[in-house]
C-alpha cells in the first residue's frame, strides 16, 4: 500500500512539473517553448508561456543567445523578431498551423 502511495505521488509530481512551464513569464522562456499573444507583442510582461500544442499559442521561441545578437536570430520570413532580456536576446518566430 504505501509502495502504491509513494509511486502515485511520484507520478503525480512528475505531471505537475510538466505543467509547471505553463503560465510562466516570457521572460523565463527556453528554447522550443510557446508564448500566447498576451496583447501588444512589444510587451513582454504581458505575454505568458503556453503549450506549443495550445491555439493559443502564437510564437515559439527560436534561439536565446547572448546579448545584443539581434542579427544572429533566425528569421522568420523575412523578418526577424526578438526581445533584450535577463541579459540575453531571445528570438521568436511565429506558430505555423
Known sequence: MLKRAVL???ALLLAASGLAACGRAAADAKQGECLDG???MADLNKIKIVDCASPDAKYQV???LPPNQKD???KDG???FSWQVN???MCVKSVKR
Open 8 to 10: 502515485g505521488t511520484a
Open 78 to 80: 523575412m523578418f526577424t
Open 38 to 40: 498576451g496583447g501588444m
Open 87 to 89: 541579459d540575453s536576446t
Open 62 to 64: 527560436s534561439a536565446v
Open 72 to 74: 544572429k536570430c533566425p
